[in-house]
Each structure stands twice: as C-alpha cells, then as structure tokens.
C-alpha cells in the first residue's frame, strides 16, 4: 500500500527510534508495531526493523524458550519474533534485513576489513560500526521508497551491548536533521500492592540513562496495569523533561490490536505530526477498529490444547497462539488455550491420555529432537482415534506420519530419523540436501515454496485454490517410499512441493478435522484474515460433538 509522499512535506524519510527502560519485555513490539499501524493508516508508507544487539549473527541457532519463536521471513530468514508482530500490525511481509544483530554488523565489518575496503585504516566501533548501522537503515527505507521507518532497538538502555545502536541513532539525529528524527522511549510505571500508587522513579532513572548517552526522548509510553493517573503523568513530564501531552499511557487491554486506538485517543499523531514535520495527517481507520473489537466480542469459548515442547514459555509459539486468536476472532469465538508438555505423553496410560478429551481441538506445533516425541506421536494417534479436530504443523506433521505408520498401518517400528537414526523404517527422514551441510546457522530448507494442492482434497477446499506459498523451517521430510502404503491404509497427501519431491500437507477423511502440514501456516496469519487451515481447525473445533 503505497498512498503518498506528498503528506511528507520536505520529501525526507522519517526515522522513528524505540528504546526501552526498566526491565526487558515490555512490549516494546507492539507498541512500536502500533506507532508503525497509526502511521500506516494515516496513508503513510511504513516499516519496521528490529535490532537485537545479542552476538548472535540472527536468532535461527537460539533457544524458543529462552528467546521466544523464531520468526521466519519469506525470503528465509530466521529473526526475531518483533518481526510477526510488525508483519501481522502492518499486514506487511519484510525481509530479513529488517532484523539486524550485532553479529550481523560486525560480521559485515569484517569482511569489510579483510577485504581491504578501509583503506589502512584502523577499524573502530565509532566511527566504522555505527557507519554501518547507519547505512544499513538508510538502505532499507531508499530501497522500499519508505516514509517512515520505525527503528526497535532490543534489551533496555544501559545494556553494554546496546551502545553501539545507541550511538549510531544519536548521529543519526545530527545527520538526518532534528525534523527527521523521533526518539520514543518505553518504560514501565510498577504499582506497589500496599501504596497503591503509580511509580514514576524507574521512569526518571531510565531516561536519565538515555540523556547520559545523548539521547533526549521525544516521547514517552508508559506501560502500567491501569491507566496512568494525571499525578504520574506530570511527574514524569516534569523530571524527565517532556512536555505532558508526550507522556503516554500504554495500560493493559484485552487485545494487543487495541493499542494503536489507546495511543491514538491520547493524541500521539498530531505529535508525531508536528515533530516530524508531516502534513496534517488523519487516521483512516478502516476495518482496523473492527478488527481489533472482533478480538473481545466473542459467543462462545473454543478449548485448544497445544501440546509441544516448549510450552514453559509460550512466547515459543507465539505466531501460532496468534494465528488460533485471528481465527477464533473472526469466527465469534473465544480462545482458551491449554499449553501441554509433550513429554507428558511419553509413556501414557489410556486414563492419562484421554485428559485430552475435553479440548475442542489439538494441535501439535513444530520442534526439534528426542526429547517429548513420543508424547507427540501418542498424541497424533490420541486425536485420530478419538475423533479431535487435530492440526499438526512442521514436527506435528511429520510424527502424525510416525502416528499413523504404526498405528494404522502396522509398521511397528516406524519413526523419523530425527529420533532414531537407525529405524529400519524411515518413514520420516533427513533431507538429501541436508546431508552435506556441517554448520548450523541458517542451512535449515527456509522460507517461501509453492505447494500445488491436488484437487478434490480437503486442502483444496480449505484454500479455494491449486497452489499456496507458505514458509518453511525444517531439515527432515516425510519419505515417499512410504506414499502408497499409507495411502493404501487412507492416508490423503494432498499438497507437493519442489516437483513433487516434497510432501507438505496430510489428511485423514472420515474425520472431524485431521490436517497436518510441513510448511509454517502460523507466518501468514493475519489479525482479520487467519491462515486458512488456522480457521478451518478452528471452525471444526468449534462445532463441539
Ligand atoms: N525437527 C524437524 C525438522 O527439522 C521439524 C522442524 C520444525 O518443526 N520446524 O525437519
């Protein structure tokens, strides 16, 4: 949606900076995903980057639970999962510049100096790093002909490893021009159960630490449990030195989509508006208020059951929390979900298991190793048996295969490779390409594939169409030796990828609702317009027996 430069008085791209205060996990997110919707919806062309200022070179070799969901773009970047939030606010699809890591800027630096493209000269964080965090955002917002881009940058201020971003935003300021540059600071104002009173102090400290390094926040949110009281407002306005009607309230509502209307109704586009020097602007809100309302207006409840292996931190699957409440909104449904231990399921007995029994629906979502795929594959075979709308997505996919393998078809010994490297009967196995890669990082089969769908399947009735291109994040694939043989026993593979070669969707008939996919529908979620087999599972759940 490209709507006009014209509202951008001096033609010049705008830069937004994020930063946060107090402690980690804020939100800052989605309240930079909501500055970046305003902006959106006044006609703006907008975008979003997230730095995180972690060494690692991107976010593909870390921990889902300590780190939350690997994010992963259409052109196969593994980022950070800020990157959905902006995707699903702006309905927009980035790539994977649009995450940058300190291991990514040096990394580039490097190979820079070892190239000989420094000239001699000795090669430092000021001026040579920031230089390139610089350029790196420049580019961006020429290439995409951008109004606005909005910068997040990770962690809180005071963190060693964030200086470097912060400078390079300081300069930025210098060199862009004071009109160009707005400086958001997030901070968070606790409530002490026995005073009862909104604190300010953390507030105080934290943009006293953002001074210190040159930095002077234009404007403040300030996320808290209720709204912020007219006290706190003039304190904080007062010892931080920002005028009142910059100081924001981000308090806690039902939906995430609701932000960017808080934020709104406290005025922050005429601020925006005349910082950044733009023209008049006006928030068309479309179907936005709508979208965000369908989110807490609900008939009835839908119970899910998702039963993974990283559980413990459901930030591990948020995209597919997300893509259960697209679809459970705009379908009148509320969304209870049940986060279940896969491992749980090991070793179940008929008693244990059927506690599954009061979910409308299971879905298993993607993982990686041993440890809790039995679970899985007991689960896979729970749900079949006992007539559950299931979904399985990537790992979920291939260990429903497992599932049915040796439950239905009677190949006792079935499994994936993953889990058993020397099963005698494969019927998941190692992708042949994968078999010469030795690193890591970034070597998983990524991002977009076309799948064409075979017609007259329930895939092809789920997506009115005979082909979709969806993400993908995976090294094993189900083995087509084993095609007729599960087919045979009534198995439907319904969706191909790359020649044939590659099979990405499964269903049973005879089912309420028993679908499996390699492929990461949760990605192309879309608050108003769920992925298409997220509301189909949820539809089916929702039917109740
Ligand atoms: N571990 C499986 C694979 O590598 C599934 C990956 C996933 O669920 N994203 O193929």
């Not at 902006?86 to 630096?109: A, C, K, Q």
């Not at 769920?530 to 759940?541: K, R, T, V």
Request: with cysteine; glycine share 8%.
């Amino acid at each position: 949606m490209r709507l006009t430069r014209n509202k951008v008085k001096d033609h010049h791209i705008k830069y937004i900076f994020v930063t946060g205060g107090v402690l980690s996990g804020l939100g800052k997110g989605v309240i930079s995903s909501s500055i970046g919707k305003i902006l959106q919806l006044t006609g703006l062309n907008v975008s979003c980057v997230k730095i995180d200022p972690y060494v690692n070179y991107d976010a593909g070799t870390m921990n889902p639970v300590a780190h939350g969901e690997v994010f992963v773009t259409c052109d196969g970047g593994e980022c950070d999962m800020d990157i959905g939030n902006y995707e699903r606010f702006l309905n927009i699809e980035l790539s994977r510049d649009h995450n940058i890591t300190t291991g990514r800027i040096y990394s580039e630096v490097i190979d820079d100096e070892r190239q000989g493209k420094y000239l001699g000269q000795c090669v430092q964080i000021i001026p040579h790093v920031t230089d390139a965090i610089k350029n790196k955002l420049r580019k961006i917002s020429i290439q995409e002909d951008l109004d606005i881009l909005v910068i997040e940058c990770g962690g809180t201020v005071g963190d060693i490893e964030s200086l470097p971003f912060l400078e390079a935003f300081r300069q930025m300021k210098l060199e862009e021009g004071d009109y160009n540059t707005l400086f958001v600071h997030v901070t968070l104002a606790p409530i002490l159960d026995v005073v009862g009173e909104q604190k300010t102090k953390p507030t105080q400290h934290s943009v006293q630490e953002l001074r210190r390094i040159g930095i002077n926040p234009d404007l403040l949110v300030i996320r808290c449990k209720n709204i912020l009281s007219d006290d706190a407002r003039r304190k904080i306005s007062l010892f931080a030195n920002v005028n009142s009607n910059c100081v924001f309230s981000c308090h806690d509502v039902k939906s995430i989509f609701l932000v960017p209307e808080i934020l709104a109704e406290q005025g922050i586009v005429s601020i925006i508006d005349n910082k950044l020097s733009l023209q008049n602007l006006f928030i068309k809100w479309s179907n936005w208020k709508l979208i965000a309302k369908s989110f807490s207006e609900y008939s009835k409840e839908v119970y899910v059951a998702i039963v993974g292996k990283y559980v413990s931190l459901p930030d591990s699957y948020v995209s597919v929390y997300q893509s259960l409440s697209h679809a459970a909104a705009k379908l009148g449904n509320k969304l209870e979900v049940a986060w279940i231990d896969s491992e749980k399921f090991d070793t179940p007995t008929k008693e244990k298991i059927s506690v599954l029994k009061k979910f409308d629906g299971i879905l298993i979502p993607g993982g990686f190793g041993k440890r809790g795929s039995e679970g899985i594959i007991n689960v896979a075979n729970f749900a079949r048996e006992a007539n559950i709308p299931f979904l399985g997505i990537c790992f979920g996919f291939q260990l429903s295969i497992v599932s049915f393998a040796r439950n239905v078809c009677g190949i006792v010994n079935a499994n994936s490779t993953e889990i058993d490297p020397n099963t005698c009967d494969p019927v998941v196995e190692f992708m042949p390409e994968q078999k010469t890669i030795n690193n890591m990082g970034g070597t998983m089969r990524l991002g977009s594939h076309k799948i064409l769908i075979n017609s007259n399947t329930l895939a092809s009735k789920i997506y009115s169409n005979n082909f979709i291109i969806r993400r993908h994040r995976h090294r094993f694939e189900f083995n087509k030796n084993y095609l007729s043989v599960l087919s045979k026993n009534g198995m439907i593979l319904s969706g191909f990828s790359d020649n044939e070669k590659r099979t990405e969707i499964l269903e049973i008939p005879n089912h309420k609702f028993y679908f499996a996919v390699q492929y990461h529908a949760e990605f192309d979620s879309r608050p108003g317009k769920p992925e298409q087999a997220f509301e189909a599972f949820i539809q089916n759940a929702s039917l109740k027996s």
